[in-house]
């Protein structure tokens, strides 16, 4: 007889759901990824939250793919620095055609529903 845990089931739900909106959290991904490259462009998108007048200490971080919570915690700071990524995306051709395209408002909207989704289940974690 095999009986999952609780973790195990909530992390299969969660696995399902991020399965559903892949594409956009993909794309999110890639652009955190891009920002932490290499010093310079960490440099340049810190430009660009200076200049958009965030006011975070936190930074953007890359998730393990295979941890839900890590995942959560990375769109929910890249959701604070969205209108940094958007001026980068306007003022670095690079960062503009970056494979597989940055966010669109769309894949934004469902980081901001996909966060609210998981952060009922962070505390159960």
Not at 19 to 30: A, F, G
Not at 100 to 119: E, Q
Request: aromatic share 10%; with cysteine; charged share 25%.
């Amino acid at each position: 007889m095999h009986v999952r845990c609780c973790a195990h089931i909530l992390h299969l739900i969660i696995s399902d759901g991020l399965k559903e909106t892949h594409d956009s959290v993909t794309r999110i991904r890639n652009v955190v990824r891009f920002v932490h490259s290499s010093p310079s462009c960490m440099d340049r998108f810190r430009t660009f939250i200076k200049d958009c007048r965030i006011q975070d200490n936190c930074t953007v971080q890359l998730d393990v793919p295979t941890r839900w919570n890590s995942t959560y915690l990375m769109l929910e700071t890249a959701l604070k620095f969205h209108r940094a990524f958007k001026r980068l995306g306007e003022r670095d051709t690079k960062f503009a055609m970056m494979q597989g395209g940055i966010p669109l408002s769309k894949d934004w909207d469902n980081a901001r529903v996909f966060v609210r989704f998981l952060k009922t289940f962070l505390g159960s974690h």
